[in-house]
């Protein structure tokens, strides 16, 4: 079975999302919509 670890942070400014082994592999601005 594959499982996949991530972490993600839902910033204010940035979403990152962190793979172990590479690093980070999103840096993208927020897009929040109310």
Request: proline share 6%; net charge positive; no cysteine.
């Amino acid at each position: 079975m594959f499982v996949k670890k991530i972490g993600i942070d839902l910033g204010t400014v940035n979403t990152l999302v962190y793979v172990p082994k590479r690093g980070i592999a999103i840096n993208e601005p927020s897009v929040v919509a109310v």
